[in-house]
């Protein structure tokens, strides 16, 4: 018995990432500054009607009255950016999803159904426990490829399509780690073609975008307010640290 258990937790530990946090593959010396001052929107740009600060923490909402004409996003200002790590704290409600939008462009043709309308990848967000619809998948927001890569898994996607390759969490484990119904803290990892999302210091997604002609190499950060049902989120404790690769 000493034996099986024992070749269990070392092929459970050997999986890539598995119990590894964030700091330990942010490069040596990575700085992280705050996007957000915890008074006002300074340096984002979102629907007036839907983003606002209270009690100190973003908020975006929207309600029967006030609805989003199509997704639409709180859009920082700053420069595109591409080999980054962006640490978010945030809470929502079940009734629809948000999201974390990266390496991903604004789209401001006439056909836009709202002035901020982005796409890209996303980090979905969701108060929600039973797996595959919780915080922490990439979706290809306003793209071909729908979800990009489940949490949990760490996978390859090519020119000849998506492999998984290693499991990095299972069910039972996510319905531990998430806290429903209250704040969470999230860090994506991006280092050239490689994609990590970490959900209360634990990686839970490991995604290699090697598509030719799909993957993203750098773009702008936003939030998001998805259309559909009312819905509000929250976000705080917005930072973002930057590295040149040699």
């Known amino acids: 018995m000493r034996t099986v258990l024992l070749a269990f937790f070392l092929t459970v530990w050997a999986l890539p990432g598995y119990g590894q946090s964030p700091e330990g593959v942010l490069p040596e010396g990575v700085q992280f500054r705050s996007l957000f001052n915890g008074k006002d929107l300074s340096g984002w ?54 999201g974390v939008q990266y390496r991903s462009k604004h789209i401001t043709s006439p056909d836009a159904p709202n002035p901020w309308v982005v796409r890209g990848y996303q980090h979905e967000l969701r108060n929600e426990v039973t797996l595959p619809n919780v915080s922490g998948f990439i979706y290809d927001e306003g793209g071909k490829r729908g979800r990009l890569c489940l949490l949990g898994e760490k996978a390859i996607w090519s020119a000849e399509g998506k492999k998984v390759i290693a499991n990095l969490i299972t069910p039972s ?9 209250d704040w969470n803290d999230v860090m994506i990892i ?53 590295w040149t690769n040699n």
């Open 190 to 242: 991006a280092k050239g073609n490689n994609l990590q999302h970490y959900l209360n210091n634990q990686l839970v997604l490991d995604f290699s975008d090697n598509e030719p002609k799909l993957a993203l190499p750098d773009g702008i950060i936003a939030l998001q307010l998805h259309a559909g049902k009312p819905m509000w989120a929250e976000f705080t404790n917005i930072e973002l640290a930057t």
């Open 173 to 181: 484990e996510f319905q531990q780690l998430f806290r429903l119904d």
């Open 45 to 98: 740009d979102g629907d007036p009607r839907l983003w606002s600060v209270q009690d100190g923490v973003v908020r975006g909402e929207t309600t029967t009255e006030k609805v989003a004409k199509g997704n639409t996003f709180l859009i920082w200002q700053g420069e595109p950016i591409k080999d980054f790590a962006i640490r978010v704290t945030f809470r929502c409600n079940a009734t629809n999803n948000s």
